[in-house]
């Protein structure tokens, strides 16, 4: 399957993944699948773009485009450090504790 859309597209280099399902027999779906699993790279074919999952944009790998692929990266960025901060404001001082300071009410 992989190899006769890979065929398909040397031959036709301007095709959108509708003329490639299309000529192939393969289903739309599964060529966007490939595309995003990064078995089908399309570095010399530019209307070969499907719609990002975020936004609706064209892109042609993954299942964002660029522009949300960093706003989701800076969010998650932003995320993690308020995590890290808030986890160190709530942990104990350093140090342990042994058999002999449970109990104990200094």
Not at 88 to 105: E, I, M, W
Request: hydrophobic share 30%; net charge positive.
């Amino acid at each position: 399957m992989l190899t006769e859309i890979r065929n398909f597209l040397r031959k036709n280099k301007l095709a959108n993944i509708a003329e490639v399902a299309e000529g192939t027999h393969v289903e739309y779906e599964i060529i966007v699948d490939m595309i995003r699993d990064g078995r089908l790279i399309l570095r010399n074919h530019p209307n070969m773009s499907y719609a990002c999952e975020r936004c609706g944009k064209p892109t042609q790998s993954g299942r964002f485009c660029g522009r949300c692929t960093q706003e989701l990266a800076r969010s998650l960025s932003a995320a993690s450090a308020e995590l890290r901060e808030k986890n160190a404001q709530t942990k104990p001082g350093k140090g342990f504790y042994s058999r002999n300071d449970v109990g104990r009410l200094d």
